[in-house]
């Protein structure tokens, strides 16, 4: 149907000779600058962007897993400039060490919860408003809507009616008495808890953001590497890490202590084909706090409650334990040294730094081979990831650290531009080599290294959130939502009573109308219709009429 001519938006009139060439175009109303903030504001609300934005956020989120962060393991992002040093620069230019702090995911984040409030809210009011609201009128053709039978019923049509309106309250519908000149009728109405569903699921997202928001600020992250035999103590100086929230306080860090007795690691040898693989890790230790010892494991995804924090395991490795003398046989280094494993079979590498005690600052670049092996090539590798055959070897370097400038190192890198190799690579003189319990000298007399024996270290996370408890609830009400907006269906019904021309009796119709997809809607007229039939104190008809092919919204 064409518009009226002097309809608002309809084009002007054309010329009679120019009619015959077409219809002229539309002119379309200017929006100014506040009909495009109404139309921003309308896209960025709608559910459409929600979804699109929460599945942005979540490949947004994926980078997180695919590079270490600075958040959770410092020392794999310290390795990772290691092993790529022109790379490294590149990914952290775009905060990839950061992710979820940076902010392209920041912006993401908050674009999605103005999103999810923007929907949440009108729609709130809408569906308030619903629930307050009658079921409609109904509509005067029902044979146009789903599942449509008739039946032939006898008696008092008041007491029939009354009866059809009783079996559907008690079918979970609310119900409406419509009366007109040719018929009267019950009009009913379900399924308003699959929108309180939607709805509490797009309110708990909100939650969750909210919460994990609020969490981040008052929490905190701090990871420590902790040998065999040492302890930790909760106290912002003890950690080699720590990224605390935006609202921290140091008063939040609850007084305790832990130690670690014992570090155990299973690695499979029955099956060839998984040959060395890590089985389990278990860290035994004992905690203290308020006076009171007790002993405890973390395991991997089993985290350790201590203190208000979770103490989670993040990786392990070992650390030789090394003792080095001067020339006069005084002690100037001895330390567990945790080596950092390259691979699969722990293969590590440590560096050792001696500032003092020695005529020249000492460095040293060392390999630990947990079961020392010999390739093709003559080089040394790992077989298998217990120490069964340890052997550690050391390069020296000696001359300027770099640590009298104040100027803050990696303990897990040597910078050697400035020094001066003695063993090893190009020098012509061997690597040090040291099995547990062995001696060697230094180059050119300055002493000796002793490996005294092999620990093991585990790195720990010692984590802090206030909030997740709320994040819990919040997560099982964004289940409970979406399950109740998948499953309970929305549904109108009408039972309609028309007096026969004859007088002999009644015809009732039943119909319905979904919102939405609804596959089990003539099963449930159909339904409604034999318990309607079935109340009856007189014997009713078989059904007339059936029409299970309509069900479409604008006929109703």
């Given at each position: 149907?064409?518009?009226?001519?002097?309809?608002?938006?309809?084009?002007?009139?054309a010329?009679?000779?120019?009619?015959?060439?077409?219809s002229?175009?539309?002119?379309?109303?200017k929006l100014?600058v506040?009909?495009?903030?109404?139309w921003?504001w309308?896209?960025?609300?709608?559910?459409?962007t929600?979804?699109f934005?929460?599945?942005?956020l979540?490949l947004?989120a994926?980078?997180g897993?695919?590079?270490?962060?600075?958040?959770s393991?410092?020392?794999?992002v310290t390795?990772?400039?290691?092993?790529n040093?022109t790379?490294?620069?590149?990914l952290?230019?775009?905060q990839?060490?950061s992710?979820?702090?940076?902010?392209?995911?920041?912006?993401?984040?908050l674009?999605?919860?103005?999103?999810?409030v923007?929907?949440?809210?009108?729609r709130?009011?809408?569906?308030f408003?619903?629930?307050r609201?009658?079921?409609?009128?109904?509509?005067?053709r029902l044979?146009?809507?789903?599942?449509?039978?008739?039946r032939q019923?006898?008696?008092?049509?008041?007491?029939?009616l009354e009866?059809?309106r009783?079996?559907?309250?008690?079918?979970?519908?609310?119900?409406?008495?419509?009366q007109d000149?040719?018929?009267?009728s019950?009009?009913?109405?379900?399924?308003?808890?699959?929108e309180?569903?939607?709805?509490?699921?797009h309110?708990?997202?909100v939650?969750?953001?909210?919460t994990?928001?609020?969490?981040?600020?008052?929490?905190?992250?701090?990871?420590?590497?902790?040998?065999?035999?040492?302890?930790?103590?909760?106290?912002?100086l003890?950690f080699?890490?720590?990224?605390?929230?935006?609202?921290?306080s140091d008063d939040?860090?609850?007084p305790?202590?832990l130690?670690?007795?014992?570090f155990?690691?299973?690695?499979?040898?029955k099956?060839?084909?998984?040959?060395?693989?890590?089985?389990?890790y278990?860290?035994?230790?004992?905690?203290?706090?308020n006076?009171?010892?007790?002993?405890?494991?973390v395991?991997?995804?089993?985290?350790l409650k201590?203190g208000g924090?979770?103490?989670?395991?993040?990786?392990?490795?070992y650390?030789?334990?090394?003792?080095v003398?001067?020339?006069?046989?005084?002690v100037v280094?001895?330390?567990s040294v945790?080596f950092?494993?390259?691979?699969?079979?722990?293969?590590s590498l440590?560096?050792i730094?001696?500032?003092?005690?020695?005529?020249?600052?000492l460095?040293?670049i060392g390999?630990?081979?947990?079961?020392q092996?010999?390739?093709?090539?003559?080089?040394y590798?790992?077989?298998?990831p217990?120490?069964?055959?340890?052997?550690?070897?050391l390069?020296?370097?000696?001359?300027?650290?770099g640590?009298?400038k104040?100027?803050?190192?990696?303990?897990y890198?040597l910078?050697?531009?400035?020094?001066?190799?003695?063993?090893?690579?190009?020098?012509?003189?061997?690597?040090?080599?040291?099995?547990?319990g062995e001696?060697?000298?230094?180059p050119?007399g300055?002493?000796?290294?002793?490996?005294?024996?092999?620990k093991?270290?585990?790195?720990?996370?010692?984590?802090?959130?206030?909030?997740?408890?709320?994040?819990?609830?919040?997560?099982?009400l964004v289940?409970?939502?979406?399950l109740?907006?998948?499953?309970?269906p929305r549904?109108r019904?009408?039972v309609?009573?028309?007096?026969?021309?004859?007088?002999a009796?009644?015809t009732?119709?039943?119909?319905?109308?979904?919102?939405?997809?609804?596959?089990?809607?003539d099963?449930a007229?159909?339904?409604i219709?034999?318990?309607h039939?079935k109340s009856?104190?007189?014997p009713a008809?078989k059904?007339?009429?059936?029409?299970p092919g309509?069900n479409?919204p604008?006929?109703?």
């Amino acid at each position: 149907m064409s518009r009226p001519s002097d309809h608002y938006d309809s084009p002007s009139p054309a010329p009679e000779s120019a009619r015959g060439g077409g219809s002229a175009s539309i002119t379309q109303p200017k929006l100014g600058v506040v009909g495009w903030l109404r139309w921003f504001w309308r896209q960025l609300s709608s559910m459409r962007t929600a979804l699109f934005l929460l599945l942005l956020l979540a490949l947004a989120a994926v980078p997180g897993s695919l590079v270490p962060q600075r958040s959770s393991d410092p020392n794999g992002v310290t390795q990772y400039f290691v092993d790529n040093p022109t790379l490294a620069p590149i990914l952290d230019s775009v905060q990839m060490f950061s992710v979820y702090s940076s902010v392209w995911f920041s912006s993401i984040y908050l674009l999605l919860f103005i999103s999810l409030v923007g929907c949440v809210i009108p729609r709130t009011k809408h569906h308030f408003d619903a629930l307050r609201s009658a079921p409609p009128k109904t509509p005067a053709r029902l044979e146009r809507l789903g599942g449509f039978i008739t039946r032939q019923a006898e008696g008092d049509s008041a007491a029939i009616l009354e009866s059809a309106r009783t079996v559907l309250k008690k079918s979970g519908y609310r119900v409406r008495l419509f009366q007109d000149a040719r018929s009267t009728s019950v009009s009913a109405e379900r399924g308003y808890a699959r929108e309180t569903g939607n709805l509490v699921f797009h309110t708990a997202l909100v939650g969750i953001l909210v919460t994990v928001g609020i969490g981040g600020g008052f929490g905190y992250a701090g990871q420590r590497v902790v040998v065999e035999g040492q302890t930790f103590v909760n106290t912002l100086l003890a950690f080699d890490s720590f990224n605390p929230g935006r609202f921290f306080s140091d008063d939040t860090l609850s007084p305790f202590t832990l130690r670690l007795d014992e570090f155990d690691a299973t690695y499979e040898t029955k099956n060839l084909n998984a040959f060395g693989q890590p089985i389990d890790y278990t860290a035994h230790v004992t905690t203290a706090e308020n006076g009171t010892e007790s002993d405890g494991e973390v395991k991997v995804n089993s985290p350790l409650k201590i203190g208000g924090s979770d103490v989670y395991l993040l990786g392990n490795g070992y650390a030789p334990t090394l003792t080095v003398k001067n020339a006069q046989g005084d002690v100037v280094f001895t330390d567990s040294v945790p080596f950092l494993p390259q691979d699969a079979n722990l293969t590590s590498l440590g560096v050792i730094k001696i500032t003092d005690g020695l005529p020249e600052q000492l460095g040293m670049i060392g390999f630990f081979y947990p079961t020392q092996d010999v390739g093709s090539n003559g080089a040394y590798f790992s077989s298998f990831p217990e120490a069964e055959y340890p052997v550690v070897t050391l390069n020296v370097y000696e001359g300027d650290l770099g640590l009298d400038k104040g100027v803050p190192t990696s303990v897990y890198s040597l910078a050697t531009d400035k020094m001066t190799q003695l063993t090893g690579g190009k020098t012509g003189v061997d690597s040090i080599e040291l099995k547990p319990g062995e001696t060697a000298q230094l180059p050119n007399g300055m002493g000796t290294v002793t490996l005294d024996g092999i620990k093991r270290f585990a790195s720990f996370d010692i984590h802090r959130d206030p909030t997740q408890a709320w994040v819990l609830v919040f997560a099982i009400l964004v289940l409970g939502g979406l399950l109740t907006s998948l499953f309970i269906p929305r549904r109108r019904v009408w039972v309609k009573l028309i007096e026969n021309a004859d007088g002999a009796g009644v015809t009732l119709e039943y119909a319905g109308l979904a919102r939405g997809d609804d596959p089990r809607l003539d099963d449930a007229v159909a339904e409604i219709a034999d318990k309607h039939i079935k109340s009856l104190p007189t014997p009713a008809g078989k059904p007339t009429t059936t029409n299970p092919g309509a069900n479409t919204p604008d006929d109703a």
